[in-house]
T-cell receptor, first 118, second 109 residues
């Protein structure tokens, strides 16, 4: 299946700093990538849909000025958490679909980034 | 949008037992996937199954699209099967998957 990578896997930062998370599709091109957030013992909640070459679409309640999303190429999307606060501590997961082949609708997920804001 | 419900929320099994996890969805789907989230948080794709039946080793899944549900079968469970199982669906185009709340499975030796 298709492979999605994320970097970093874990980050600890001080309150007020910004953190950038990269999501890459390694062996396919993804015109659309998705960003999810997961709090402990909860399900994945969609934050935004990232489209290559255009502005991201944010879910209701997600601050677009705090969570900056850039989809610079068909294989890279970034999520920047600006002026992070302890309540932003969470597990962030990106996903993408290949868009081709037999299971063209199948979504593949990155390994996630665990953010801890002190 | 589509809503996804999973049952049971928690399940404890003795090693070697079989189990069935259920996923109900509120609308027709063009994508239904089952995942296993391992202890490190990685979502492992188990099945892409908008309809029909698939099998992979001790796991199999069936989606009855007309009745809006999917089942995940785990046979001869092992301790390594422990973790959270999610189903997720979407009903149009390249829209994002909507996740159920998951089934937390614990397999004890």
């Amino acid at each position: 299946g298709a492979v999605v990578s994320q970097h970093p896997s874990r980050v600890i930062c001080k309150s007020g700093t910004s953190v950038k998370i990269e999501c890459r599709s390694l062996d396919f091109q993804a015109t659309t990538m998705f960003w999810y957030r997961q709090f402990p013992k909860q399900s994945l909640m969609l934050m935004a849909t990232s489209n290559e070459g255009s502005k991201a679409t944010y879910e209701q309640g997600v601050e677009k000025d705090k969570f900056l999303i850039n989809h610079a190429s068909l294989t890279l999307s970034t999520l920047t958490v600006t002026s992070a606060h302890p309540e932003d501590s969470s597990f962030y997961i990106c996903s993408a679909s290949d868009g081709s082949g037999f299971s063209y609708n199948e979504q593949f997920f990155g390994p996630g980034t665990r953010l801890t804001v002190l | 949008g589509i809503q996804v419900e999973q049952s049971p929320p928690d399940l404890i099994l003795q090693e070697g037992a079989n189990s069935t996890l259920r996923c109900n969805f509120s609308d027709s789907v063009n994508n239904l996937q089952w995942f296993h989230q391992n202890p490190w948080g990685q979502l492992i794709n188990l099945f892409y199954i908008p309809s029909g039946t698939k099998q992979n080793g001790r796991l199999s899944a069936t989606t009855v699209a007309t009745e809006r549900y999917s089942l995940l079968y785990i046979s001869s469970s092992q301790t390594t099967d422990s973790g959270v199982y999610f189903c997720a669906g979407r009903n149009s185009g390249n829209t994002p998957l909507v996740f159920g709340k998951g089934t937390r499975l614990s397999v004890i030796a």
